[in-house]
């Protein structure tokens, strides 16, 4: 099992060896990649993370 560093840089076949965490980083986000929309419920999973909630506000 590899650790999981940024989800923006998965490559396809790094997902499937990281299924697992990646169903517990992704399942309550908390944060969004404005560069690469992928969420997360840690920032330190994304390259340039905003929070979910801040941007539902500026809408
Ligand atoms: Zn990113």
Do not use: Y
Not at 5 to 25: E, F, H, R
């Amino acid at each position: 099992m590899g650790k999981i560093k940024k989800l923006c840089g998965l490559k396809k076949d790094d997902i499937k060896i990281v299924m697992k965490k990646l169903v517990k980083i992704v399942s309550k986000p908390k944060f969004i990649c404005e560069k690469c929309a992928r969420v997360s419920k840690e920032e330190k999973h994304l390259c340039h993370p905003i929070t979910l909630k801040q941007q539902k506000e500026k809408n």
